[in-house]
């Protein structure tokens, strides 16, 4: 049974940092990718970041472009999402996802999907609130 355990969500203020984890169990962990996702009250599941089956290849949405880094330990099965600098924009419920790969081929090159419908597998989520 595929299961995702995401926690380190909590209450910060404006300019604070934050690090959330994903543990994984019930599927190769070196063999799938996991994303991270992010919904707002009222708003559509965000993809944010993702990290691919190597462990070594992270991307990233424009909004959390250079304060947010993904780094994964293969040998806890474990994905953590390192958030710095962070606003009150980046209040939601956090998820962390699984899927076959982290891309999609789209505008002549492969790019970092954001779909929700491109992971298979999702966690509980952690909630992030950011005070200003």
């Known amino acids: 049974e595929v299961q995702l355990q995401a926690s380190g969500g909590g209450l910060v203020q404006t300019g604070g940092s934050l690090r959330l984890s994903c543990a994984a169990s019930g599927f190769p962990f070196d063999e799938r990718a996991i994303a991270w996702f992010r919904q707002a009250p009222g708003k559509e599941r965000e993809g944010i970041s993702c990290i691919d089956d190597n462990g070594e290849t992270p991307y990233y949405a424009d909004s959390v472009k250079g304060r947010f880094s993904i780094s994964a330990d293969n040998a806890k099965n474990t994905v953590i999402l390192q958030m710095d600098n962070l606003s009150p924009e980046d209040t939601g419920v956090y998820y962390c996802?699984?899927?076959?790969?982290?891309?999609?081929?789209?505008?002549?090159?492969?790019?970092?999907?954001?779909?929700?419908?491109?992971?298979?597998?999702w966690g509980q989520g952690t909630q992030v609130t950011v005070s200003s």
């Open positions: 996802a699984v899927g076959m790969t982290c891309t999609w081929y789209v505008g002549g090159r492969y790019r970092f999907d954001p779909r929700a419908l491109a992971y298979d597998y």
